[in-house]
């Protein structure tokens, strides 16, 4: 199976709370990043969290972690039409690599 | 964080011809890496791009296929070879600065189409 798995799709009204779930399998990763991408863009970092952290909050962003589950997390508040995108997850393997997941699209509804 | 510039944003090509990308970083980074993202799909890791040395490819791809150069640490070239519209993807490059601790970013891509 893959290595990150993510739900493909979720769609939020506009002003409510958005939640992008991800798992991973490796346990030795050392940082997870949550990555978005808009139509016609390249990959823009949005936040990310070191594997002994389990919470971190950056403006609208949360991203919670539980390293006995491989779960990651990310919550955006308060979420606008311009968050509208595709949400990557991903862990930091070996050498920097990192391993992605498919991508989770955000569709936000008025 | 690092500035990274990719060229060209995006071509359309003939099948059986080859294409170089360039990535150019504002600063000095310790990695470099080109990844592929096909259609709809996620990202994947073509090579580990060393300076002055060869690049390190992943399972899947090969020298001949994909020659990657870095000359220096704020520079490197991806040629996509004999086209086909297999190819028809987008190549983005990243980096990792200096530091520890460092993120990776990502260059704004390369949306290759072959005909």
């Known amino acids: 199976g893959e290595d990150v798995e993510q739900s493909l799709f979720l769609s939020v009204r506009e002003g409510d709370s958005s939640v992008i779930n991800c798992t991973y399998t490796?346990?030795?990763?050392?940082?997870l990043y949550w990555y978005k991408q808009e139509p016609g863009a390249g990959l823009q970092l949005l936040t990310y969290?070191?594997?002994?952290?389990d919470m971190k909050q950056d403006q609208r962003l949360t991203v919670l972690l539980n390293k006995k589950d491989k779960h990651l997390s990310l919550r955006i508040a308060d979420t606008q039409t311009g968050d509208s995108a595709i949400y990557f997850c991903?862990?930091?393997?070996?050498?920097?690599?990192?391993?992605f997941g498919a991508g989770t699209t955000v569709t936000v509804r008025a | 964080s690092a500035v990274i510039s990719q060229k060209p944003s995006r071509d359309i090509c003939q099948r059986g011809t080859s294409l170089t990308i360039q990535c150019q970083v504002d600063s000095q980074v310790t990695m470099m890496f080109w990844y592929r993202q096909q259609p709809g799909q996620s990202l994947t890791l073509i090579a580990t791009a060393n300076q002055g040395s060869e690049a390190t490819y992943e399972s899947g791809f090969v020298i001949d296929k994909f020659p990657i150069s870095r000359p220096n640490l704020t520079f490197s070239t991806l040629t996509v070879s004999n086209m086909s519209p297999e190819d028809s993807s987008i190549y983005l490059c990243?980096?990792?600065?200096?530091?520890?601790?460092?993120?990776?970013?990502f260059g704004d891509g390369t949306r290759l189409s072959i005909l």
């Open positions: 991903a862990e930091k393997k070996a050498d920097y690599k990192l391993s």
């Open positions: 990243s980096v990792v600065g200096q530091g520890a601790g460092q993120p990776q970013h």
């Open positions: 490796d346990s030795s990763s050392t940082y």
């Open positions: 969290i070191f594997s002994n952290m």
